[in-house]
């Protein structure tokens, strides 16, 4: 089974940026779909941005549209998550996911292979 793994994250102030990236080991991801969701303390792990990587469609939470953009590289073995004009409650901890039906669809329980996570803190 591919594993996936996330770096970028850190500590940032209000209104800063950063690059989440999520590698899959071996040469590629196993799904097409890959998500990125989020899981702040004491609250559930919520859909953050998604994308097809044959053909680059993407989908947005709602809170993040405008802000965050999800893309991959070429060899389609890295999907990025490009966060800009952070805001405090976008503080949590980052994963990303392969869907295992190969939806552009927000639910947790499609998605699979899921990261360690990466620490994204925002400070006001």
């Known amino acids: 089974q591919v594993q996936l793994a996330e770096s970028g994250g850190g500590l940032v102030q209000a209104g800063g940026s950063l690059r989440l990236s999520c590698a899959a080991s071996?040469?590629?991801?196993?799904?097409?779909?890959v998500g990125w969701f989020r899981q702040a303390p004491g609250k559930e792990r919520e859909f953050v941005a998604a994308?097809?990587?044959?053909?680059?469609?993407?989908r947005y939470a709602d809170s993040v549209k405008g802000r965050f953009t999800i893309s991959r590289n070429n060899a389609g073995n890295t999907v990025y998550l490009q966060m800009n004009n952070l805001k405090p409650e976008d503080t949590a901890v980052y994963y990303c996911a392969g869907n295992l039906l190969n939806l552009l669809d927000t639910v947790v329980g499609h998605y699979g292979s899921w990261g360690q996570g990466t620490q994204v803190t925002v400070s006001s």
């Open positions: 071996g040469r590629t991801f196993s799904s097409d779909v």
């Open positions: 994308v097809r990587r044959s053909g680059g469609i993407t």
